[in-house]
C-alpha cells in the first residue's frame, strides 16, 4: 500500500521559513514526479512546486525564489524548504506522487497545516 505522510507545518511569523517533509512507503522513484499542492481556506487546490523524474522542477510564481523542492531518494523523503513566509501563504499542504509506476494513478498524503501570522 503506497502511503505519503507529509510534517513539519506549524504556525510561523512572517518572514519565518518552516521544512516540511513527505516521506514515501515506496521508492520516490516509482513515481512520474512528486510535488506539493496548498489549498487556503475558500481557495482552490494550488501546484506550489514540483519535480519529474527527469529532475526538472516547477514552482508557482508566487513561491518562485523562497520556496525549494528537493528529495531524499535513500531516505524516501521529499521536502518543501519555505523561506521568507507571508500570510498568503497560509494553507494545508498536500504531497503528491504522480503517476505511480505509469499507472497514471496520483497519490496524496493527509496534509499538514502551514499558518503563517503574527
Known amino acids: 500500500q503506497v502511503r505519503l505522510v507529509e510534517s513539519g507545518g506549524d504556525l510561523v511569523q512572517p518572514g519565518g521559513s518552516l521544512r516540511l517533509s513527505c516521506a514515501s512507503s515506496?521508492?520516490?522513484?516509482?513515481?512520474?514526479?512528486m510535488g506539493w499542492y496548498r489549498q487556503a481556506p475558500g481557495k482552490e487546490y494550488e501546484l506550489v512546486a514540483a519535480?519529474?523524474?527527469?529532475?526538472?522542477?516547477n514552482y508557482a510564481d508566487s513561491v518562485k525564489g523562497r520556496f525549494t523542492i528537493s528529495r531524499d531518494n535513500a531516505k524516501k523523503t521529499v521536502y518543501l524548504q519555505m523561506n521568507s513566509l507571508k500570510p498568503e501563504d497560509t494553507a494545508v499542504y498536500y504531497c503528491?506522487?504522480?503517476?505511480?509506476?505509469?499507472?497514471?494513478?496520483?497519490?496524496w498524503g493527509q496534509g499538514t497545516q502551514v499558518t503563517v501570522s503574527l
Open positions: 519535480f519529474v523524474s527527469s529532475g526538472t522542477t
Open positions: 503528491t506522487g504522480f503517476d505511480y509506476n505509469g499507472s497514471g494513478h496520483d497519490y
Open positions: 515506496t521508492s520516490i522513484s516509482s513515481f512520474g514526479g
